[in-house]
Nanobody, 124 residues
Framework: HVQLVESGGGLVQAGGSLSLSCEMSGYTYTSKPCMGWFRQSPGKEREEIAEIKPRGAPRYLVDSVRGRFIISRDNDKNTLSLQMDHLEPEDTGMYYC?????????????????WGQGTQVTVS
């Protein structure tokens, strides 16, 4: 089955940068899945912050991260990245990598999603 493993979280001061990585394994379909990053901040529900289709443009779903975060992927290596610059305390949370297993027209529109275990980002 599909496994996702995130890395790169940590503690950083406001204004600093972090780079998250996610490695996917066990995906056996020919076409690559849509992938994305979700975040769960303290006291809040998990929210999708960015997604990217195998050959599509990145899409950012949270206004506050536009211009500061960059999502990218390497289809050959089955990896997903999130470069986060100018971090703010409000960016604190658990960050999850996800792969959409449904292959629909819209990413993450069904419950067929593979999740990573999450990596903690803390901005002081």
């Amino acid at each position: 089955h599909v496994q996702l493993v995130e890395s790169g979280g940590g503690l950083v001061q406001a204004g600093g940068s972090l780079s998250l990585s996610c490695e996917m394994s066990g995906y056996t379909y020919t076409s690559k899945p849509c992938m994305g990053w979700f975040r769960q901040s303290p006291g809040k529900e998990r929210e999708e912050i960015a997604e990217i289709k195998p050959r599509g443009a990145p899409r950012y779903l949270v206004d506050s991260v536009r211009g500061r975060f960059i999502i990218s992927r390497d289809n050959d290596k089955n990896t997903l990245s999130l470069q986060m610059d100018h971090l703010e305390p409000e960016d604190t949370g658990m960050y999850y990598c996800a792969a959409d297993l449904a292959s629909g027209a819209y990413c993450f529109s069904s419950d067929r999603i593979a999740w990573g275990q999450g990596t903690q980002v803390t901005v002081s």
